[in-house]
């Protein structure tokens, strides 16, 4: 089994930033794309940002040049950077982690548990 604890959501003023972490621990062998997505009521989740083993990253055209994604491969944690921040962001944001548990086994995707971000105008 993989836990995912995911850290740093809050109330913000626009303009403001925040920083979310999300650390997985457990049954790993390896770890391949870390990611964040987010969902507002009513709405399906979708992709913010995700960043491969060796650091190429991806971000949803809405966050470009304002959010940065970050990991640590030894510390299996993957950081959120979000600067100037909208309140159109205002979300519940939930990391995800393609894990692979052992050696020539299946991988398998995670969830974390999801942070609530609210940005005030």
């Known amino acids: 089994q993989v836990q995912l604890v995911e850290s740093g959501g809050g109330l913000v003023q626009a303009g403001g930033s925040l920083r979310l972490s999300c650390a997985a621990s457990?049954?790993?062998?390896?770890?391949?794309?870390m990611g964040w997505y987010r969902q507002v009521p009513g709405k399906q989740r979708e992709l913010v940002a995700d960043i491969s083993t060796g650091g190429r990253t991806n971000f949803a055209d809405s966050v470009k040049g304002r959010f940065t994604i970050s990991r640590d491969n030894a510390k299996n944690t993957v950081w959120l950077q979000m600067n100037s921040l909208k309140p159109e962001d205002t979300a519940v944001y939930y990391c995800k982690i393609s894990v692979l548990p052992a050696v020539g086994g299946p991988w398998y995707d995670y969830w974390g548990q999801g942070t609530q971000v609210t940005v005030n105008s």
């Open positions: 457990g049954s790993i062998f390896s770890i391949n794309i």
